[in-house]
């Protein structure tokens, strides 16, 4: 039943690693987001895609890699994960005039 | 660019207090303005909205008021709860026409008994 949902819930890797996190909405909705939310809570949207394509690629390294095998599901993909990249990452769709639909999250903690 | 600014926190109060939440933002054209909460360990909800200039967005007993000659978007209640303890975004949706939120950087509110 769950609008928008993502795995893992929680995530601990070390330098180095490569990990990827999963979103998957059945909402319906064209749109889909990255957010990433920093240890003092702020937020900022990392990218977006409508129907599979890639439309908001903000200022992110490109170590960070999005998917989008359908409309459903968004994926992101970290290689050479760094200290710096631990934070709570936030899926999320939304469809015009409809507003957003958040995921729980995924706290990722890089050691 | 298009930005959003809060007060900071954390606003800390005793149950049954009034509460506002300031919020400015500055943009170009027509944007939306969303309030969303976060309680801990979630992800976030969205509280209320407003779509145009004197909108009036309400939801749970909170409200806030779009307001372009100030552009202003204050989340307001009348008496908090224990259970109103959380973080709150201030957000404008970009007008560029993808629907990108650009969020305040939050305010924690802590109510006590």
């Known amino acids: 039943d769950t609008a928008v949902s993502q795995t893992p819930k929680y995530l601990v890797t070390q330098m180095g690693n490569d990990k990827s996190i999963k979103c998957e909405q059945n909402l319906g909705h064209d749109t889909m987001y990255w957010y990433k939310q920093d240890s003092k809570k702020f937020l900022k949207i990392m990218f977006s895609y409508n129907n599979k394509e890639l439309i908001i690629n903000e200022t992110v390294p490109n170590r960070f890699s999005p998917k989008s095998p359908d409309k459903a599901h968004l994926n992101l993909h970290i290689n050479s994960l760094e200290l710096g990249d631990s934070a709570v990452y936030f899926c999320?769709?939304?469809?015009?005039?409809?507003?957003?639909?958040f995921g729980s999250g995924t706290r990722l903690t890089v050691v | 660019g298009n930005s959003v600014t809060q007060m900071e926190g954390p606003v800390t109060l005793s149950e049954e207090a009034f509460l506002t939440i300031n919020c400015t933002y500055t943009?170009?054209?027509?944007?939306?303005l969303f309030w969303y909460v976060q309680y801990p360990g979630e992800g976030l909800q969205l509280l209320l909205k407003a779509t145009k200039a004197d909108d009036k967005g309400s939801n749970k007993g909170f409200e806030a008021t779009y307001r372009k000659e100030t552009t202003s978007f204050h989340l307001e209640k009348g008496s908090v709860q224990v259970s109103d303890s959380a973080v709150y975004f201030c957000a404008l949706s970009d007008s560029g026409g993808y629907n990108k939120l650009i969020f305040g950087a939050g305010t924690r509110l802590a109510v006590h008994p």
């Open positions: 999320a769709s939304s469809q015009e005039n409809r507003g957003y639909t």
């Open positions: 943009a170009t054209g027509y944007p939306s």
